[in-house]
């Protein structure tokens, strides 16, 4: 249950910023000041502004990707720029909104808080290094920080306003009792590629040898060095066979036959389960705050249903 916030996350702007300042081989289009990519409720949202937040996700996107990642493609059809592009813009608009609705419930930003936010960027070596070179302003951060800052308070407000009640908490609990069930064990394996060695094996493991040692010496995988150990899990985290057999095991038992997977021939040991319930008063605040989330993010569809949104078709 994650709190999904609009708009341009700080820690990843600025890593951002740093990076295309260092020099991006994406960059964005040349921009001109006055072309405007979306109007929202007769709110401009420029090129200018358009282009360095797609500067920005372009840097992240080739860290993780590499550079040759634009001209992919993904289901719609559409190149993984064309998709960033649409996003960036939906982004935009959605941020736009926000402040609409923030200015009109007289939430505000202070330049003193700005200030604080923006201190410890403003200390950073390299973001210095970067003001020097004329290639980042202040007033760029400022305004981003401005936005994310107002996006909060907003957010904040809204979910204050539409407060989740317990009765909320209880109806959603009861409603959805199999989030809250815990089913996990905690397992040893050896594995190894001959099926006659595992039931050599578990012969010796009959006759009272060690598991931990056995695995040690025989597992082919990288357990082997943990005496086997795969710490716990939940259903479905392990392949099918094995899986069946971890969560049938009773605690202490050993495979009384080879499981037999893509990987090889498994020999499991569940040395602990655990199957309970989480309580109510102890899923309370993960629920409230789900529920805020999910009631904040509808708020914001519906904004967005609403607008009189104009938006250029090519990006």
């Not at 600025?14 to 409720?41: D, K, P, R, Y």
Request: charged fraction near 30%; proline fraction near 2%.
């Amino acid at each position: 249950m994650k709190n999904v916030k609009i708009g341009v996350l700080l820690g990843a702007l600025f890593m951002a910023i740093i990076l295309v300042g260092c020099g991006n081989g994406q960059e964005a289009e040349e921009s001109t000041n006055e072309e405007v990519i979306a109007e929202v409720n007769g709110d401009e949202i420029t090129r200018e502004t358009f282009d360095q937040v797609l500067a920005m996700y372009q840097v992240g996107y080739e860290a993780e990707f590499g550079p040759d990642v634009w001209e992919q493609t993904i289901e719609t059809g559409e190149t993984v720029l064309q998709a960033l592009k649409q996003e960036v813009a939906r982004i935009l608009i959605l941020e736009q909104l926000i402040m609409q609705r923030a200015e009109e419930e007289g939430i505000t930003v202070t330049e003193e808080e700005i200030d604080g936010a923006i201190e410890p960027y403003l200390e950073d070596p390299d973001i210095q290094e970067l003001f020097e070179e004329g290639s980042l302003e202040e007033d760029f951060i400022r305004e981003q920080l401005r936005k994310e800052l107002l996006a909060e308070k907003y957010q904040q407000w809204y979910v204050t306003e539409n407060a989740v009640t317990d009765e909320d908490i209880e109806e959603f609990y009861a409603e959805n009792s199999q989030f809250f069930e815990v089913l996990e064990v905690q397992a040893r394996h050896i594995l190894v590629e001959d099926e006659d060695l595992a039931r050599d094996l578990i012969d010796r493991l009959e006759d009272g040898e060690s598991f931990e040692a056995l695995a040690e010496e025989y597992s082919t995988d990288g357990s082997a060095q943990n005496g086997g150990n795969l710490g716990y899990f939940g259903r479905g985290e392990m392949v099918g066979p094995f899986d069946e057999a971890a969560f049938t095991q009773e605690v202490g038992e050993v495979s009384e036959e080879p499981i037999e997977t893509q990987f090889g021939y498994h020999i499991i040991l569940v040395e602990d389960r655990i199957d309970e319930t989480e309580s109510l008063e102890e899923a309370g605040e993960n629920i409230r705050f789900h529920l805020e989330n999910q009631r904040f993010q509808a708020h914001v569809s519906e904004l967005h249903d609403e607008a009189d949104i104009v938006q250029e078709e090519e990006l």
